[in-house]
């Protein structure tokens, strides 16, 4: 199969006979078929329109390695629900939030000692500075209920 859409590197599907492959590799004399699909050259044909708009991450950021477990629970639940998150490791929290930052992340759902003391998380918006408190059971109604309301799809 070949397109016109990317100039000279125009196959995507080919495919064949490959009687006589095995022998002169030093196999046996066998007959074989074979195909390859490009998938990079797949990707290259689709339109912008024709892909779903990416999704922004989230962020779970424990205030140190103490917490991290517990992030992961939190990852694991809301990958579950078909977040898309990132975990921040190592460093402080002012570290952890730098990493949440250039990950792009909307929102940090910081974990510290008193979050799970009390089953919660702090949810912050990474671009207006705002934080509210949450239930570990909230949390995903939440950026359900904010994603339906942001021009950005969260998670």
């Given at each position: 199969?070949t397109t ?5 590197q ?19 004399s066998?007959p ?30 424990p ?6 477990f517990?992030g ?13 998150v ?10 952890r ?6 990950m792009?992340a909307?929102?940090?759902l ?9 089953r919660?998380?702090t ?7 705002e ?7 909230q949390v ?16």
């Amino acid at each position: 199969m070949t397109t016109t859409d990317l100039g000279s590197q125009g196959t995507v599907l080919a495919g064949g006979r490959y009687d006589g492959l095995m022998a002169t590799m030093g196999g046996p004399s066998i007959p074989g078929v074979g195909w390859a699909g490009g998938i990079d050259r797949l990707a290259m044909m689709l339109n912008d329109d024709q892909l779903p708009a990416p999704k922004t991450p989230l962020a779970v950021v424990p205030m140190d390695e103490r917490f991290d477990f517990n992030g992961l629970e939190l990852a694991q639940a809301l990958r579950k629900q078909e977040f898309v998150v990132e975990m921040t490791y190592g460093g402080g929290l002012g570290k952890r939030l730098k990493k949440a930052n250039k990950m792009n992340a909307l929102y940090a759902l910081i974990l510290g000692e008193e979050e799970v003391a009390s089953r919660t998380v702090t949810c912050k918006n990474l671009e207006s500075g705002e934080q509210i408190q949450l239930s570990v059971d909230q949390v995903a109604v939440f950026l359900k209920e904010k994603g339906k309301n942001d021009k950005e799809s969260i998670g």
